[in-house]
């Protein structure tokens, strides 16, 4: 994953300022379908709820292919390789996070899921490291607050030692595979950043869209016996996640990684935490003590640091100017 991109000139509009819009607008959508899949789930299986959201949502962006830009990237045999084989791998994260998690949440608590799943901030570094990506000291620092702020949002409950010991004690097989969840989730957001930069954002999504939901759907008739009955049922919430946090939220975050490093993209999309206990006080009724506004306002710090360029975004940028 390491051949060179220059070749492809990204957008004249997406500056990274753009681009760290357009991944806030992820994390708003993506904490506001928490109510969407929650309502969801009392008609439907996970697994039946993303495979069918992803090919909707696939349709919801299919008209965008016949954009110029877009057909003139399928035209490019250069870019159709990385487009095949990042839509694919991209595709098949998205149905194995929800697989893995899924399995786990059947022996581990919601809270327990919640957190693990979003340990992927703190993973995506790690594999960027390994993968020889140059990452500056504010974004480890903004990884510590991120990390922070979710283990104040998910355990708020948490009020003493023997809490916590609990907690541990209660660790299963089923925090394993969501575990398992958040690496292909980290995985995930390293393969958009290296596919969206040499193909085209648009073809991607939609690939990958088609394929996460082929994938799921077919896991979804092995173990959850899925019926027509059951999807109407849950009509409203499939087709509200399909547009939005499918269709528009996947599709801006493949459009924001054309120049957000992996490490910035996991920062802020973990505000998806913070939108999502909004959306609970706000439409549930959930309340937001000290621990969670406090967990909030370091994810915030987070995002705020994490403005700081990469190393590496300023090489490319400096690089742009010169020429």
Known sequence: MSDPIQT????????????????????????ISFLWQKWANEHVGALTYVGVRSLLGAVVVAPLLFKASVRAALRDPTRRRPLVLGGLAAGACLAAASAFQQTGLKTTTVT????????????????????????GWAAWVAVALSLGGLTLLSFSHVMSVDDLQGFIDGLNRGDLWVLACAVTWAVHVHVVGWAAPRSDAIALSVLQFVVGGTIATSLAFLVESPSMGSIEAAAAPIVLSAIFAVGVAFTLQAVAQDVAPPTHTAILLSLESVFCAIAGAVWLGE?????????????????????????SLRRRDDEQQRA
């Not at 990204?10 to 708003?28: E, F, I, K, N, Q």
């Not at 309340?287 to 994810?299: D, K």
């Open 287 to 311: 309340e937001l003590g000290v621990r969670q506004v406090s967990g909030a306002a370091l994810l915030l710090a987070a995002a705020l640091l994490a403005q700081l360029p990469a190393p």
């Open 8 to 31: 492809i000139a990204r957008p004249r509009w997406l500056t990274p300022l753009r681009a760290d819009g357009l991944l806030l607008a992820c994390a708003v959508i993506w904490g």
């Open 112 to 135: 327990n899921a919640g957190f693990i799943t979003g340990l992927y901030v703190v993973l995506v570094p790690f594999i960027g490291r390994f993968l020889g990506q140059r990452i």
